[in-house]
């Protein structure tokens, strides 16, 4: 059992097998207090733990109330009684006051993790998790807060969510209900988080922690390319392998805020949840509101520890369906072969060219629907453009299987263009304020998910879609934030409602059509990758990553995309070059290595390609029939980056049982009169030998972590090569 009440201390102890987390309740009005996160505990003195951490009590609380509530480290801080730092939970009430305490009244502890329901979440079975709740109370507002924590007994990550009831006969509106917060006295902590924009999403970015509230945040409804939810704070001595880093991690794909606040006493609040901007909640009398979950991870052993236990959860524990331990089909998608200008003829011409060539299945992008022949128009109109496509999808998708391929298919399901069929009879199905011009991006708008008669339209019409022909994967597309927000069909004092609505709406038609189409493959998009999120890989198993497909600035994105969330779900794909965002030419093999990396596929004309990279094709398949089990359920390292050295990247997977390991090396930029470059393995079974698979060495995991080896022999810009070890003895 990983959670133990101590009744004598009034501590819950929670375990993972190299962590602990501990909840005290202080005295009689027990408090909610925070002890202690970090490396597992053997000692048994908690009372010490407690009082060491927690500090001394004002023995004459009620004169020095605000004293003791602006200091003391909070569990679930709330708004207005005192504690002036970042609060997790704020409420109005209908006599406009906004004031909300909690103190403990029950608590169950109990194997399992219960769902989470209409959202994303871990998941774990009674053997694998233990759960706690504290059932807490504002007797004043006769609120119920219910704080759940689960542990996972094999993984070092425990999970948290929030329920707040109303046992009141007034409604009270939530306007701030975060997931998680803890105080951690601060050792000279920095932060680490991910940064970006399109084109270039999760950047890794270090910066020290200063007094005050600093951090990461999105209120365009989507968790965005601009910024992730997602903290690590670590010590200032933190490296790959060495010190404390705390990961935090939202499962959730709408606005957040992610905080780190360091007090006048040098505590540093850490802080996940929906971001109360644009969030409010009306609950009435019983009813129940429940938060998204935030995930937390600690390593005493570095920032790769962290990684690879973030990856180690996703993988086994929130990623789903019939794909989620499995090698995916590799794809050929048309996009940045045609954009829009194509016909069944010329995808059947790629086709017939790229099934030759070993890959699996086509996917057919943006414009085969409605009058779309440029992204000015025709968003909801998904009915087939037979003027495109003769003989409809039918005869299309016929002709790719019989070429033994797969066949896949674009939608872009939230959104609705000024014009279209869909906005000319539903105009008010667009998210606007009436009376104001809304806001354009990419010339559209996006549809009110919070309205049942939406979500149902449009799911019925891909459902008809996919039933039409055998369709076996779909990439589902978001390409504007929302804003302008307003929806006709709620009342003016739930309008605060529609951000989470919008997201709770489209779970729900995610899990529909999984839920119907159970061996659907499906890849979520978001004008690249502005909703890679724990959220959306709940539902979808990969997710394209960028639209950026340049080799060099990929190994930057899938970096700081990979910090998290395992390559196993990170839709990799071989491009054209000049590339089409950034204008670099990068040889054909640096882009599969890359790419490997990933899902792995192509994105490209191969009719087009030169025959020297055409030929390259089968080779690259292969390696990725090779590699991809190794690479899918491997433990990634990250060796050396662009970020830090503009001349080099490098990373390996190694794989669970040490047998085997795949180190990519790419040389970003020549450096002249440099002999080799020296780069220093991890991860192996130091007493092991390796045979080098594509040099004649074999030496023992230890020589190859501790004296290294060196890479020669790379001449010129964007080169690279991979490493295959192989255990023999
Ligand atoms: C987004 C996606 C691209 C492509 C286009 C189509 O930008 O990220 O991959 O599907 O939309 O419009």
């Known amino acids: 059992m990983g959670i133990i009440y101590h009744e004598q201390e009034h501590i819950f102890k929670l375990d993972t097998p190299n962590t602990t987390y501990m909840i005290g309740l202080i005295d009689e009005e027990r408090f909610i207090g925070h002890v202690y996160y970090g490396k597992r505990l053997r000692d048994t003195n908690l009372s010490f733990w407690k009082q060491q951490l927690m500090g001394p009590l004002p023995s004459r609380r009620n004169r020095e109330r605000v004293s003791f509530m602006d200091a003391y480290p909070q569990e679930y801080p709330t708004h207005g009684i005192g504690d002036f730092r970042q609060s997790a939970f704020e409420v109005k ?8 305490g909690i103190t403990y009244k029950s608590h169950q502890i109990y194997a399992g993790k219960p769902k989470l329901s209409g959202l994303p979440a871990t998941f774990g079975n009674k053997e694998e998790c233990t759960t706690l709740e504290l059932l807490c109370v504002d007797q004043h507002l006769n609120l119920e807060v219910i704080l759940s924590y689960t542990v996972f007994e094999h993984i070092d990550a425990i999970t948290r969510n929030v329920k707040i009831r109303n046992q009141s006969k007034d409604s009270i509106m939530l306007t701030k209900a975060l997931s998680l917060s803890f105080d951690l006295p601060d050792k000279g902590y920095e932060m680490i988080t991910l940064h970006g924009s399109w084109a270039r999403e999760r950047q890794i970015e270090r910066r020290k922690i200063g007094h005050g509230i600093q951090g990461v945040s999105s209120i365009r409804g989507e968790s965005g390319h601009q910024e992730h939810p997602f903290i690590a704070i670590v010590s200032e001595h933190t490296t790959e392998e060495l010190g404390e880093a705390y990961g935090v991690n939202f499962v959730y794909s709408g606005n957040f805020t992610a905080v780190a606040e360091r007090s006048q006493f040098d505590l540093i609040r850490i802080q996940m949840g929906i971001n109360p901007v644009e969030f409010e909640w009306e609950l009435k009398e019983k009813e129940e509101f429940t938060t998204p979950e935030a995930v937390m991870v600690y390593s005493s052993q570095g920032i790769g520890t962290m990684t690879r236990t973030f990856h180690d959860l996703y993988r086994n524990h929130l990623i789903r369906g019939e794909y989620k331990d499995k090698k995916r089909p590799i794809l050929i998608n048309n ?4 954009y829009f200008n194509f016909t069944t003829e010329k995808l059947l011409d790629i086709a017939r060219n790229a099934s030759k060539l070993g890959i699996e299945m086509l996917v057919m992008d943006d414009g085969w629907f409605g009058k779309r022949n440029n992204d000015d128009c025709a968003l909801g109109d998904w009915v087939v453009n037979e003027e495109k496509l003769p003989g409809g999808l039918e005869y299309l998708v016929n002709e790719v299987n019989k070429l033994g391929m797969k066949f896949g298919i674009w939608f872009e399901p939230e959104m609705i263009s000024p014009d279209s069929e869909l906005y000319r009879k539903h105009p008010d199905w667009a998210i606007q304020i009436p009376g104001r011009e809304p806001s354009q991006c990419r010339q559209q708008f996006v549809l009110d ?3 049942k008669e939406v979500r149902d339209y449009i799911y019925q019409r891909i459902s008809k879609i996919l039933h039409s022909a055998n369709i076996e994967y779909v990439k589902w597309d978001m390409n504007r934030p929302l804003c302008d927000l307003g929806s006709y069909a709620l009342e003016a ?6 951000s989470h609505r919008y997201v709770l ?9 999984i839920t119907e189409f159970p061996h659907l493959l499906l890849e979520n998009c978001s004008g690249g990758g502005a909703r890679f999120d724990p959220g959306m890989l709940y539902y979808s198993p990969q997710i394209w990553c960028s639209d950026d497909t340049d080799a060099v600035e990929r190994l930057k994105i899938q970096r700081g995309t990979a910090m998290i969330y395992p390559i196993s779900c990170i839709g990799a794909h071989v491009s054209d070059c000049p590339n089409h965002t950034v204008g670099r030419i990068t040889p054909f093999e640096t882009r599969g290595h890359v790419a490997l990396a990933g899902t792995f596929g192509y994105e490209l004309d191969v009719t087009k390609i030169s025959k020297e990279d055409q030929e390259m094709i089968p080779k690259q398949v292969a390696l990725y029939h090779k590699h991809n089990d190794l690479i899918r359920t491997g433990d990634y390292y990250r060796i050396s980056s662009v970020l830090d050295d503009p001349c080099r990247d490098c990373y390996m997977i190694v794989a669970k049982d040490k047998s085997e390991a795949l180190v990519t090396y790419v040389q970003v930029l020549a450096r002249p009169n440099f ?6 393995l991890k991860g192996l079974d130091p007493d092991a030998m390796y045979s080098w698979e594509e040099m004649n060495l074999t030496q023992s995991g230890e020589a190859y972590m501790q004296a290294g ?9 964007y080169k690279s090569m991979l490493i295959h070890l192989i255990r023999v003895e």
Do not use: C, F, M, P
């Open 505 to 513: 709406g489209v779970y729900e038609v995610q899990e529909k059509l």
């Open 449 to 451: 998910y919070s309205r």
């Open 493 to 498: 004092k739930n309008q605060g409602e529609l």
């Open 709 to 717: 080896i060196d890479i020669t022999g790379l001449w010129g810009d």
């Open 335 to 338: 996009w940045e072969a045609t």
């Open 93 to 100: 009430t209908v006599s406009g006051h906004r004031a909300v």
């Open 675 to 680: 002999q080799s470059y020296r780069i220093y």
